[in-house]
């Protein structure tokens, strides 16, 4: 029965036409989602490129800041001497430049400057001014900038008791106005104690990533300091005062950028 | 030969009508998600071509298309305002006015 049912010719046509229709349909249902597939690549390449770029942007902008900016401190020794004249009992000389006696024949003395003696009294004074052309970090950073300038390069004759700096910020760029995903970070003086060849102690580390965590970027500021040493005098007519400047000067270079970084 | 001509086997109409309808449908069918696909496609590839315009116009800071907009970044406690220019348009970046 079945065998004669499948053998059968009949209605054939019927079957053949909704075979067609099948066919047809899963093809185009396969060329549909492959065009719908292809449109979903592009918002997604869309959402990533505009990731990137948001972390782009805002790392540039922190590196104009950061490149901006210099920091300088200094250690004055001030020396301050003071010539005093010293008084005591000296011969009475007369016009000629000779002894002058008494009835008895003995030398006459008056009193009088017997010689000088200069005092010498040391000081120091600590010069902190502002970070030079600082647009973004707080206050609190240049307090450890102030910090690190003392552990690291306080002359050795002035005790410091500045502890090493452990400083870190969380950074956070807004950028909702212009419809560009936030971007979101963290930067930190390297705080590298062991690292005196080359002051990196004063390397500053800037970590940013989108939000989602996507599209990491990590600079790393490397700095440039320069020793300035700088003497000047004032003085009057028994007192003299000199100062030693024992300086640093502290500038930032362009970064290296790495990808990645994220915490 | 006469005997094919003279035999009386054959669908019936109302068959042979269905099997006329069902492909005449099919053929339809598949036409219009060919077409829904090249037009989809069309419009992709001119997607990409505008992202990849734009994408450029936002990494050499071309192209401006906003300016003296407002971006603040908060480091710790301290929050700044810069005012920057935007370029792109399909995905934007920004740039420090002047920098």
Redesign the interface.
């Known amino acids: 029965m079945l065998r004669k049912k499948l053998n059968s010719k009949r209605g054939v046509t019927l079957l053949l036409a909704l075979l067609l229709f099948l066919i047809c349909a899963l093809v185009g249902s396969v060329v549909v989602s492959a065009a719908y597939t292809s449109a979903g690549r592009y918002v997604r390449n869309k959402d990533s490129q505009q990731s990137y770029l948001a972390v782009m942007s805002a790392a540039r902008l922190i590196e104009e800041c950061v490149t901006d900016m210099s920091y300088e401190a200094a250690y004055v020794k001030i020396v301050e001497e003071v010539t005093q004249p010293q008084y005591g009992l000296i011969p009475l000389k007369d016009e000629d430049g000779n002894n002058v006696l008494d009835e008895n024949g003995e030398i006459v003395y008056v009193e009088g400057i017997t010689g000088y003696v200069t005092s010498e009294f040391v000081s120091y004074e600590l010069d902190l001014p502002n970070l030079v052309n600082n647009r973004l970090f707080e206050q609190e950073f240049i307090d450890k900038l102030d910090i690190c300038y003392q552990y690291h390069h306080t002359p050795d004759e002035v005790y410091s008791g500045a502890p090493p700096v452990d400083y870190a910020s969380d950074i956070s760029v807004n950028s909702d106005e212009l419809g560009i995903p936030k971007v979101v970070g963290q930067m930190c003086l390297s705080c590298d104690d062991n690292a005196d060849e080359g002051n990196s102690h004063f390397d500053i580390v800037v970590k940013l990533w989108e939000e989602s965590g996507a599209n990491a970027v990590t600079m790393k500021f490397p700095c440039r300091v320069t020793p300035t040493h700088e003497l000047s005098t004032e003085s009057g007519d028994n007192w003299n005062i000199s100062y030693f400047t024992y300086g640093i000067e502290v500038e930032w270079l362009s970064p290296t950028v790495r990808k990645g970084g994220a915490e | 030969m006469k005997r094919k001509i003279c035999s009386n ?1 054959a ?1 019936t109409l109302v ?2 009508l ?3 309808l ?2 005449a ?3 339809a ?2 036409a ?3 077409t ?3 037009r ?2 069309e ?2 590839v001119n ?2 071509d505008e ?1 990849y315009s734009s ?1 450029t116009e ?2 050499t800071f071309s192209g401006v298309s ?1 300016t003296e ?10 929050v ?1 305002t ?1 005012t ?1 220019d ?1 370029f ?1 348009d ?7 006015r002047g ?1």
């Open positions: 086997r669908e068959e042979a269905c099997a006329v069902i492909t449908l099919a053929t069918l598949l219009g998600m060919v829904s696909a090249s989809l496609n419009a992709a997607n990409d992202l994408v936002a990494e906003d907009r407002e971006i603040s970044v908060a480091v710790g406690g301290k700044n810069f920057v935007v792109g399909v995905v934007t970046s920004y740039k420090m920098g």
